[in-house]
DNA sequence: CAGTATCCCGCGTGATACTG
DNA sequence: CAGTATCACGCGGGATACTG
């Protein structure tokens, strides 16, 4: 068998476009909400760098993931919303989930607590 | 509606363990041979580091996504095999592989080709 | 053959201040 | 408010030599 064809390689695109420590929950809040200010979105997230947050939302836009639309008012608006690739995403990112719950379970209970002690819950 | 609740975090999870430049190739080689022996997997995937390669083994390993079976012999063989756990990603990484051919064809096509070309071939 | 020990480098992320 | 400019730092990944 030759592996060279790298049959793959779809997954590694995949991947690269969800690399990015932030992209997760920035899905997440785009899937449940259909659009979001830059500024709600930022106070959403606790802990990104603005700086990041427009980094990680650029590449998206880029990946053609999300949608940016920008309202030519004083003071700048822009607003952010899933696209149709994005939305594709969904059952495969619900498969990861998924897996993670019903085989990681551990895992992901730490990183729960985790969160919540670094947004001061109890 | 409050998302201090993170209900992503299981893709967060998924996405940790993943997470590694040679993974995906290596669970493509895992998934499509039941056992392959240490030396002839770094064979099987052009220019990664030996080290890297030990390393990526040693967390999948961690992470319960592969099995490590060493014989005592001498010179030393090492076998790893996908787990459980890790033949459970199956439809998950197939369902990412298919959103990046069906959305991300351009992206999918690219880099099968710089691969190619890392390889020496034409 | 499988694995470890060093040394190195670039990049992703972060803090902070600034601009239009 | 949205976005840019700097500076800094740790860590993932790579090259190479060594060990049991």
């Not at 929950?25 to 785009?30: D, E, G, K, P, V």
């Amino acid at each position: 068998m030759n592996y060279t064809e790298f049959k793959h390689c779809g997954l590694n695109v995949a991947l690269e476009v969800l690399s990015g420590k932030w992209k997760p929950i920035i899905l997440f809040h785009l899937f449940h909400q259909q659009e979001i200010r830059f500024t709600d979105l930022w106070r959403n997230i606790p802990k990104v760098a603005k700086k990041v947050l427009l980094e990680h939302l650029k590449q998206m836009e880029a990946d053609g993931l999300i949608v940016r639309e920008e309202r030519q008012v004083f003071p700048p608006e822009v607003y952010y919303r899933i696209s149709e690739k994005g939305k594709a995403l969904g059952p495969a990112l619900a498969a990861l989930e998924n897996w993670a719950n019903e085989h990681a379970s551990a895992q992901v209970q730490e990183l729960r607590d985790k969160k919540k002690v670094a947004n001061g819950q109890r």
